[in-house]
C-alpha cells in the first residue's frame, strides 16, 4: 500500500503526534508499504532525521511558528500544490495526522483525485481554544473541526470520550483507534535510586510529563505542594514553564527528556499525575503505567478508558484539587498498595504495543479504501453515511419470516419462472434460502404482506398488527420510497413511525431486517436525493438504536445501475431482485451467500417479458391518470401470502401450503 501522511506537528519537534507519526512510519516500512510524509519545514537541523523517517519519503513545505509557541509550526500551502504532490505518489489512501490546516488543504487536494482519507483525531483544537479564552475562536475551532472530520472518508479517535465529542458534532463514522506504548523501552527494570537520589534526595517523586502550556493544567499541580517527604518533580517545557516556575519554587523542572533519559524518569516516579481536561487519550499516562506506575488524572476525557480507578490509580472529580491532593496522599502513605496498583499497572498494557494498533491501522486503512467508492456513488449524502458492506459474523437461524413493504417486495416486475400476473420478488427469494439454511426442527414459514403502492402509515396500520398476529422470527422492512416521491414529506415524522413499528416487533422478540430504500442512479433521481439521504440517514440510527440488522442499499451502489431497472425505470427487474436478495442473505449470515449469488447469475438466463408499447403510454400515463382520481396501482390488491407457506427446507422437502 502507499500512504501518504500529512503532519500537522512534526519533527523536530517532539509531541504525541509526532511520536505516533514515527512509530506508523516504522510499521509501514517493516510490512513492505510505501509511505510519503508531508510536514512543515523547520530550520532546525536533526542528524537524526533520515534514520526517524523510516525509508519515507518526505515534502516539506514552507511553514510559520506560532508566535507564542515557536516550537509550533504552521503550514499554509495551496490546495493545488498539495494535489501535485499526491498525484506524483500516487497514494492508496492518505492519512491526515491531527489535522486542522494543513489537513484542510490535504483534504481538498484528496478529494480531488478521489483518494480515500483516513483523519486521526489526536488534539483537542476546541477544548484549547476554550481554556485560552477566545470564545469566537471556539465556535470557529468547533465549525472547523466538524466539517473537516464530516468530509473525511473515515476518522479515527483515540478514546470514547473524543468518539463521544466528535458525534456530538455531527461527525459520521469514527472508529476507535488508541495508541500503542513501547513496553521495552517503559519498563518498571528502568527504576533508578541513583536518578531518585540526584533528583529529589530521599523524598518520594510525584511526577508530571508533559506539555508545558495552559491547556495541560499544571497549575493545578500547586495542591501537592506540602505533602510531607514528597518532592513534585515536572519533566517537559513549553511556553508556561517560566510562570510555572514561580508558582511552584519547590518543584523540580527537569526540561526536556526523551529515549531512554525519559523512560529512566518515569519509571522513577512513585506516583504519575496528569492534571489536565482536554486529553483526547493520554499518551504519557499509558507510557507511566507500563513503567509500573500508579496515576492520579482527572476523570474527563481520554483518562476515563486508560486509568482503572482503583486498580491502576485513582481518578479525581474534574476541578476538585482537594480529591486530587487526597487521591495522591493516599498512594504515597500505603507503600503495599502502590506496589499493588504497580504490578496491574504494568499489566493492563501488556497488549497495548505499537505492532498491534498499526495492524489495526492498516485495517481502517482497507476500510477507507472500500467506502471512498460508495461514497463517490452518493448521490447525495445524509448524516450518517453508509459503511463498509459485511456479511455477518454469526450463522443465526430463523424459522418464519415476514415480509413488510410496498412493490419492491411484492416482487413486481420479477416475472421470472412465474405464471402470467404474478410475481417472485426479492423477499420470496431470501426466503427460499433461508429455508434451505435453516437449523429449526419442521418446515420453513413464510408470509409476504407487501403490496404495491403501500405507504409508512400502511406499514402501522395494516402490516404491522398482521405481521404482529403471526409472531415471526424474522421481519424484514422495505418501507417509505412512496412517501419519499410525494409532493411534502417530513422525513423524521415518516422515520418516527418506522422507528416505533421496529420497536414493537422488537419488543415481541422478533429479529428486524431494515433495508434502506434505493434510487436509479439517473439524472432526474438527484431531485429526491436529499430526501432518501436524509431517510436512509435516519434509519441507520434506527438499526443501531434497536439492534436491527441493516442492509443498507447504498453500501450497494449497484443496486442503481440501469440494468437492475425494468423497463417501467421504478422497479426492480429480476436481476435487481436477485442482486438484493443475496444481499440481504449476506447480511443474515447465510452461509456462501456471495459464491451462491455468483452461481445464480452465471447460471440464470434473464427471461423477463418484452415490455409493449412506449414507457410514456405504457407507465407514465397510467399513472398521471390513478393520480387526478386518487387512486393508487396497490387499490383492491391483496397481499400474496397474508398466512404463512410452508417452503422446503435443506433437510427435505415439504409440501408448499397455506396454513
Known amino acids: 500500500m502507499r500512504v501518504a501522511l500529512l503532519a500537522e506537528s512534526f519533527l523536530p519537534h517532539m509531541n504525541g503526534v509526532t511520536g505516533s507519526v514515527l512509530q506508523v512510519l516504522k510499521h ?47 503550514v499554509f500551502a495551496r490546495a493545488a500544490r498539495l494535489t501535485a504532490i499526491l498525484r506524483e505518489f500516487r497514494p492508496d489512501v492518505v492519512h491526515l495526522a491531527s489535522p486542522f490546516v494543513l489537513g484542510w488543504q490535504g483534504l481538498a487536494a484528496a478529494d480531488a483525485l478521489h483518494v480515500p482519507v483516513v483523519s486521526v483525531y489526536q488534539t483537542d483544537v476546541v477544548a484549547y481554544a476554550r481554556r485560552y479564552g477566545l470564545p ?23 478514546s470514547s470520550a473524543s468518539i463521544g465529542q466528535l458525534e456530538a458534532l455531527g461527525v ?28 529529589a534526595g530521599a523524598d518520594r517523586i510525584i511526577g508530571y510529563v508533559g506539555r508545558l502550556a495552559p491547556e495541560k493544567q499544571v497549575a493545578d499541580l500547586k495542591a501537592l505542594t506540602g505533602i510531607d517527604d514528597a518532592r513534585l518533580v515536572i519533566v517537559g517545557d513549553g511556553p508556561s514553564r517560566p510562570e510555572l516556575e514561580r508558582l511552584l519554587p519547590d518543584a523540580v523542572f527537569t526540561g526536556h527528556l526523551g529515549g531512554t533519559e525519559l523512560a529512566e524518569a518515569v519509571a522513577s516516579f512513585d506516583v504519575f499525575v ?15 503505567l507500563a513503567s509500573g506506575v500508579p496515576v492520579v488524572a482527572t476523570g474527563a476525557g481520554g483518562p ?18 482537594v480529591d486530587l491532593r487526597a487521591r495522591v496522599s493516599d498512594l504515597l502513605g500505603d507503600d503495599a498498595k502502590r506496589r499493588a496498583f504497580g504490578v496491574a499497572a504494568r499489566e493492563g498494557v501488556r497488549d497495548r504495543t505499537w505492532e498491534a494498533l498499526c495492524r489495526q491501522l ?101 402490516q404491522l398488527p398482521r405481521a404482529l398476529e403471526l409472531r415471526p422470527d424474522l421481519v424484514s422492512i422495505l418501507m417509505g420510497a412512496n412517501d419519499l416521491v410525494g409532493r411534502t414529506v417530513d422525513v423524521r415524522a415518516l422515520a418516527a413511525q418506522v422507528e416505533r413499528s421496529v ?65 417501467d425505470k421504478v422497479h426492480l427487474r429480476s436481476r435487481g431482485h436477485r442482486f438484493l436478495a443475496y444481499r440481504a442473505a449476506d447480511v ?72
Open 136 to 158: 469566537r475562536a471556539t465556535a470557529v475551532a468547533e465549525a472547523h473541526v466538524a466539517r473537516l472530520h464530516r468530509r473525511s472518508t473515515l476518522t479515527l479517535a483515540p
Open 274 to 288: 496528569h492534571p489536565g481536561e482536554s486529553e483526547t487519550f493520554g499518551q504519557t499516562l499509558q507510557e507511566a
Open 304 to 321: 476515563l478508558d486508560l486509568v482503572r480507578s482503583s486498580v491502576d490509580g485513582w481518578l479525581y472529580r474534574p476541578g476538585d484539587l
Open 588 to 659: 443474515l449470515g447465510v452461509p456462501d451467500a456471495e459464491a451462491l449469488s455468483g452461481l445464480d447469475a452465471a447460471f440464470h438466463v434473464d427471461d423477463d417479458p418484452a415490455p409493449s408499447g412506449g414507457w410514456l403510454t405504457r407507465d407514465v400515463l397510467p399513472w398521471l391518470w390513478r393520480r387526478v382520481r386518487g387512486r393508487t396501482a396497490g387499490d383492491g390488491i391483496l397481499a400474496k401470502h397474508t398466512a404463512y407457506v410452508d417452503l422446503p427446507t435443506g433437510e427435505g422437502r415439504s409440501r408448499v401450503r397455506a396454513t
Open 362 to 462: 492498516v485495517d481502517h486503512y482497507e476500510d477507507a479504501r472500500l467506502l471512498r467508492p460508495i461514497d463517490d456513488a452518493l448521490l447525495l449524502r445524509g448524516a450518517i453515511r453508509p459503511d463498509v458492506p459485511a456479511a455477518s459474523s454469526s450463522a443465526r437461524s430463523w424459522s418464519t419470516y415476514v415480509a413488510l413493504g410496498d412493490s419492491i417486495t411484492e416482487g413486481l416486475c420479477d416475472a421470472s419462472r412465474m405464471p402470467a400476473g404474478n410475481y417472485r420478488g426479492w423477499a420470496d427469494r431470501l426466503a427460499q434460502l433461508l429455508a434451505h439454511t435453516t437449523r429449526a426442527p419442521g418446515p420453513f414459514r413464510f408470509a409476504n404482506l407487501a403490496v404495491r403502492s403501500r405507504r409508512v402509515r400502511d406499514l402501522v396500520d395494516e
Open 503 to 567: 420497536r414493537a416487533l422488537r419488543d415481541a422478540g422478533a429479529d428486524v431486517l431494515l433495508v434502506t430504500p434505493f434510487l436509479p442512479h439517473r439524472r432526474a433521481a438527484r431531485l429526491l436525493a436529499r430526501r432518501f439521504a436524509a431517510y436512509n440517514s435516519e434509519l441507520r440510527r434506527i438499526a443501531r438504536d434497536t439492534g436491527s440488522i441493516l442492509l443498507d442499499l447504498e453500501s450497494h451502489p449497484a443496486i442503481g445501475e440501469p440494468e437492475m431497472w425494468a423497463a
Open 28 to 74: 509501514l516500512q517493516r510490512e513492505g508499504h510505501e509511505a510519503l510524509v508531508i510536514a512543515a519545514r523547520s530550520g532546525d537541523a536533526d542528524p537524526d532525521r533520515t534514520a526517524s523517517l523510516h525509508g519515507a519519503q518526505e515534502a516539506l513545505l514552507r511553514s510559520v511558528p506560532l508566535p507564542s509557541y515557536p516550537q509550533v509550526r504552521v
Open 172 to 199: 459520521d463514522r469514527v472508529r476507535r483507534w488508541g495508541r500503542g506504548v513501547d513496553g521495552d523501552r517503559f519498563h518498571p527494570d528502568r527504576r533508578s535510586d541513583a536518578w531518585r537520589a540526584r533528583t
